[in-house]
């Protein structure tokens, strides 16, 4: 996406994210809707709603922002109310699924790598920042063992898919052991 000169953290996202077309507008008008102390984390481009946005991964909420010459839309994601995350993708392109509050919305048109990226990483804070110990479970492993045990999985997962740093990995898994 390129070097745009906004804000440190959106230019390094936006760095991340390689090149993408029609976002130049979203990317600069980002700041006027992110929240006081709100962080990106990672961006895509995406087709919500109709219309080809910017797709913005805070530490807040999940973000898909169109800033048109006639309208804006903005919808968000707080992270708290996201129950789970759905990346299917074909050979350039994929969908971003994202389920909170019972509804599910389908970010369309996102590219691959981007796009694996950014569920990843969503899938990854969610597992974090899931600490509530489930009933108990079926089998004779404790319910708070078997959450402990999905989440380092699922952090393995995400650092051999090249989605978190090996910092990131040792620190969330860190995080993880010391939630038992």
Known sequence: MGKYNVRPDIDAAAEKAGPAIGSRREIENLPSVLWAGEQVDMLASGIYGGGN????????????????????????????????????????????????????????????????????????????????????????????????ASRLATLDQLRVAGAITDTEYQEHRTAILNSI
Not at 88 to 108: C, E, P, Q, W, Y
């Open 53 to 148: 946005g910017l797709v913005a991964l805070t530490n807040m909420r999940l973000v898909f922002f169109r800033h048109g010459m006639m309208s804006q839309k903005l919808e968000d994601f707080p992270l708290i109310n996201v129950s789970s995350v759905q990346w299917s993708a074909g050979i350039l392109m994929g969908t971003l699924s994202v389920f909170s509050s019972g509804n599910r919305a389908d970010i369309k048109s996102v590219a691959k790598a981007p796009g694996e990226a950014l569920s990843g990483r969503l899938r990854m804070l969610l597992a974090t920042a899931n600490t509530q110990v489930a009933p108990p479970a079926w089998g004779g492993m404790p319910a708070g063992a078997q959450d402990v």
